[in-house]
Every structure is written in C-alpha cells, then in structure tokens.
C-alpha cells in the first residue's frame, strides 16, 4: 500500500502528464498496449518457417550445409525474438 505522500505524487505526476501529454495519459489510462508492427511479426514468422523448413530438408537429404544452414537461422530467429523484448 502507498503512504499518503506516494499517492500525492503519483496524483501530481499524472495530472502533470494530462496536460503535457493528453495522448499519451489517455493511453496509459486505457491499459491497452501498442500494436506490433505487422510487418515485423510478418518476417519473424518467415524466418522461423524458414529456419524449420532448412533444417527438416538438412535432415530428409542428409546435407550437412542446409542442416547447419538451418541451425544458423534458428540461431538468427531466436536472437531477433529476443531483441523483441526490449521494444514496445
């Protein structure tokens, strides 16, 4: 629970923000969060059906290059997912 002088400043702060920023308040007010970009959702899943699908052809034919091809572009697809997380 917040003392009564937290809830003094976080009442100041939000006054503060509707009227620098009534946009922003509002959206903060509604809890909804952003939208990703279609576009990036788009190529992420691109690249985790192609790093799947190089890898199950690495295996059906027995290549080491598109396996490690493969392996490589899940490595990509995981490190993309993960630099997701610092971004709104």
Do not use: C, N, Y
């Amino acid at each position: 629970m917040l003392s009564h002088h937290d809830r003094q400043e976080l009442e100041k702060i939000e006054r503060w923000f509707e009227l620098t920023e009534p946009a922003l308040a509002a959206r903060l007010r509604s809890g909804r969060p952003a939208q990703p970009p279609l576009l990036r959702l788009a190529l992420l899943l691109s690249l985790d059906i192609t790093a799947g699908m190089l890898m199950l052809l690495g295996i059906v034919v027995s290549s080491p290059s598109l396996l490690l091809t493969g392996m490589i572009t899940v490595t990509a697809a995981v490190i993309a997912h993960l630099s997701r997380f610092g971004r709104p």
